[in-house]
């Protein structure tokens, strides 16, 4: 491996930079978007108890918004109706705030990670392009004479070139993938957000028309 590093020349190094950024971009994202760590199961039930034994409080908010994206939207939920009362189309703006800030956060970084899906190829040709004009350079110098005087060192000059576009494709491939990957788990997740925050707010107005009544 080292000796194709040394082969594919100075222009590999960026590739090889890329490849670390990437790969650590998709540790970290698969480590936060995962279902169980976004919607636990069990919280909304935990949040709707809260409610129902008049334990909502300014602690228990934030240790609710603590439990991840879902908590911080049930936890918006809980205050505007505790705080705010009225109906619930009061607390829709509220509540909205906290389902952007979540998708913002469910996102991030794939911006990052889809820009070096694109840019590791054009990283690669670079390299390849400069490899090329160095090799043409040294044969015409070094013989004076055509280039296909030696066909073996010629071959080989290019397939040392090639190497970055080689690795490039190594990067690019995995990173477009993961990229796909994680943007339509991302959406999937906000839209699960929504549909469990709909639901969580419709039954807390349900419950303070039931207790007005």
């Known amino acids: 491996m080292w000796g194709i590093i040394q082969a594919a020349g100075w222009p590999i ?3 090889i930079v890329s490849s670390v950024v990437a790969l650590a971009l998709i540790v970290e994202r698969a480590s936060v978007l995962r279902w169980s760590a976004v919607l636990p199961a069990s919280l909304r039930d935990e949040a709707w108890a809260l ?3 008049g334990k909502v409080s300014t602690d228990s908010l934030e240790q609710l918004a603590r439990r991840g994206p879902l908590g911080v939207v049930l936890a918006a939920a809980l205050r505007e109706a505790t705080q705010r009362g009225g ?15 979540v998708s913002a956060q469910l996102h991030q ?10 840019l590791a190829p054009l990283l690669g040709l670079l390299g390849t392009v400069i490899g090329m004009i160095e090799i ?10 055509a280039m296909t005087d030696n066909p073996v060192a010629l071959a080989h000059g290019i397939s040392t070139a090639l190497y970055n576009t080689a690795f490039g494709l190594m990067v690019a491939v ?8 994680f943007q339509s788990r991302a959406d999937a997740m906000v839209l699960a957000l929504e549909l469990e925050a709909g639901h969580f707010t419709r039954r807390l107005a349900q419950s303070r028309r039931e207790g007005n009544g």
């Open 51 to 53: 409610w129902r034994h």
């Open 136 to 145: 043409f350079a040294a044969q015409s110098l070094s013989t004076g004479a």
């Open 109 to 118: 970084r794939l911006t990052g990670l889809a820009t070096l899906a694109s």
């Open 13 to 15: 190094w960026p590739l």
């Open 87 to 101: 109906d619930s189309a009061q607390w829709q703006p509220a509540i909205e705030d906290a389902g952007r800030a």
């Open 174 to 181: 995995p990173s477009l993938i993961a990229w796909r990957a």
